[in-house]
């Protein structure tokens, strides 16, 4: 990603060391500032990997397989599909 290569990373963050809201799908991580890290489930299954402080201009880059995340609600595996005779 050429955009990376501007963006000033305060760190870098394994997703397990973050927490998960599933209620809100969204993994938290604690910022210097007392605010809190956030990146959106849906943004790191399209491949985004910078979570945001909404109160700093701080950036970490979350470090993750996509295929480790959890699944969506209403998002069926190919497992769950049922098919038509």
Known sequence: MADDEQ???YDEVEIEDMTYDETL???HYPCPCGD???IALCDLMD???I???PSCSLMIRVIFEVDDLPKPPGRRTSEQVAVAA
């Open 36 to 38: 809190r890290f956030e």
């Open 25 to 27: 799908q969204i993994y």
């Open 51 to 53: 979570g945001v402080c």
């Open 7 to 9: 963006i000033s990373i």
């Open 47 to 49: 491949g985004q990997d």
